[in-house]
């Protein structure tokens, strides 16, 4: 995770939890929901994690 947020060159507290939000907790969040209903993931969750992501981490 440090390497990734130097390499975007986030350097302030607030760049490294955007990064953080983009490739930790937004991903879990996506297949906590569906995984606590006893509910498989839908075939648009991945695209739906890399899409949002990237709109985090956008410059």
Known sequence: ???FTRR???TA???AARV???LVDLPLAI???HLRA???LPPYAEELA???ALRLLAP
């Open 13 to 15: 507290p607030v760049d």
């Open 20 to 22: 953080a939000l983009a």
């Open 31 to 33: 297949a906590r929901r």
């Open 50 to 52: 890399e899409s949002t």
């Open 8 to 10: 975007l060159d986030a």
């Open 1 to 3: 995770m440090a390497a």
């Open 38 to 40: 006893g509910a498989t």
